[in-house]
């Protein structure tokens, strides 16, 4: 896994409340083999007006100027601003993929959905979890200010804004200390391979009809 | 000291191993696998040079890929078939307890033939690269969605790293009415929650209204339970439960039976347990259901009418109603039962168990489908289910009617095989997510139950089932 320490990244304010990971990465993008290459079909419904299909290239699909990711502005984002409940639905890892590929490393919102929370650690990406209040005056600065940028700092769990304001965040320890040292989750698991065996043959002995 | 909670007692039978901070690592005991989730994780292993722990925990199918019809023909689509061939070739190098490849007599929904085979039993950690996986806590197995990360950490160590979630507990009690399903229940109680009310928890159900439904019944609750939020959905198992059980491929048989019953009857709730939440519902107020919008939880009564935005004061709540309005062609204070149909969906892991299909024909029997249709299918949740319904005669209910009747898969729940909807067309579903573009980009998304569905395909617009 990627390691994540420290970022300084331009924000990109995606406002909308309950984003499903369909809207991330419909499906017909799910048919790869393959973990990479997802980041130009990242919000594909909302980021250009033809149908999307696995392998197209997209560098001359007509654009929905409409849709936020598309303003020049906001090109090289690396710091996604959400709203509530982001990344329900499916728990298709595709969708983590597809914004990690795009660029960002960090996401900030109210809440998440509970698997796709989970998928962004496996990926070396940070979900923030910050209060209403603060995302919603995040929201407003970075609307209001071109090259919006904030600095995300995990050792410290710090987020700092431009005007030098700080908010901190929280984070599990396992969690922190995983992604900061960008550390391999089987290797780790591996080490206790013997008290996996230990459990295994207790679990067996009181219910061998799992072991038929 | 209080007593346990049935998810207390699922999860503390299964830990591992426990970090000073609560992180845990969890025993699995059943590894579902399809072919979109899992071809990252089976190179993952290969390329560090690992082996699955216990190929015999895992039971295997195509199911999101697979075409419903002209089976003959293949898969069409050659990124679909390379992906459906991928999971071939990873099984065979691998093994695993069960698998049906494409074309098997018993391929299906990866949802239904786990419990219809008995390789889901009471008690029992179950895990999925599939949200749906809820959809098994209806025998009182831990059973949630993971990512592919995951997917491959639990093939190579038999365990998953996981946190313990908090307990809710939604009590449905009363009795429901005629033609009021299980569908409507999780409908309503996700309405009633929200689709983010459930983020953090597991959720048991319970009450009269549970324990008095069928074990198809209790699956689709289940199933939906990832729609309100909470990765799992559980119910304490029974007297139904074992019998569902007894006699299943996978179950146990002869002495173990008797010590596996003895067991799953200690998985209930203690009468001490605390919960961190409790949610109650009564079952006669609960009407038929139907999704306006393009979340699970923009969801009404069959009588009511299409919100109005101006009247809602969140300005977050009053935007997803504009946006969803503006996605789904609606315009505000429209009686659901004026919105009109080209579509209708009889399927998916929620909806295509043999319950389910006899629920439907029994509105379909003897009446046709509106001329306005363009296209009605029934899509059964496996082989099982379709020679069984079949075996009934439900089919030719069905075809008499005017529906298509197709071959087992997700098919239009998901939409990423050739079923699908085009832009700006309309579908009655009996599926999970009304999200948008979920059944084909720009389609719009109806949840309902199936009896809804069928009604609504006789007359050309969503009606209450119960007048019918």
Known sequence: MKAFTQLNGLACPIDRANIDTDAIIPKQFLKSIKRSGFGPYLFDEWRYKDHGEPGMDCTNRPLNSDFVLNQPRYKGAQIMLARENFGCGSSREHAPWAIEDYGFRVIIAPSYADIFFNNCYKN??????????????????????????????????????????????????????????????????LLHADKIKAFEGKHKAAQPWLFA | MAGKTLYDKLWDSHVVHEDADGTCLIYIDRHLVHEVTSPQAFEGLRLAGRKPWRADTLVANPDHNTPTKDWEKGIEDPISRLQVETLDSNIKETGALVYFPFKHANQGIIHVIGPENGTTLPGMTVVCGDSHTSTHGAFGALAHGIGTSEVEHVMATQTLIAKKSKRLLVRVDGELGVGVTAKDVALAVIGKIGTAGGNGFAIEFGGEVIRALSMEGRMTICNMAIEAGARAGIIAPDAKTAEYLKGRQYAPKAADWDKAVAYWNTLATDADAVFDSVVELKGAEIAPQVTWGTSPEQVLPINGRVPDPAQEQDATKRTSIENALKYMGLTANTPIEDIKLDKIFIGSCTNSRIEDLRAAAVVAKGKKVASSIQLAMVVPGSGQVKRMAEAEGLDKIFTEAGFEWREPGCSMCLAMNADRLSPGERCASTSNRNFEGRQGQGGRTHLVSPAMAVAAAIAGHFVDVRSV
């Not at chain 1, 071109?146 to 320890?173: C, K, M, R, W």
Request: glycine share 8%; proline share 5%; net charge negative.
């Open chain 1, 124 to 189: 070396g990406m940070l979900p923030i979890v910050a209060s209403h209040a603060v995302v919603d005056k995040l929201f407003k600065e970075c609307e209001a200010t071109a090259g919006y940028s904030l600095n995300v700092d995990l050792t410290s769990q710090t987020v700092t804004l431009p005007s030098g304001e700080t908010f901190t965040f929280d984070i599990h320890p396992t969690s922190k200390h995983n992604l900061l040292n960008g550390l391999d989750e089987i290797g780790l698991t």
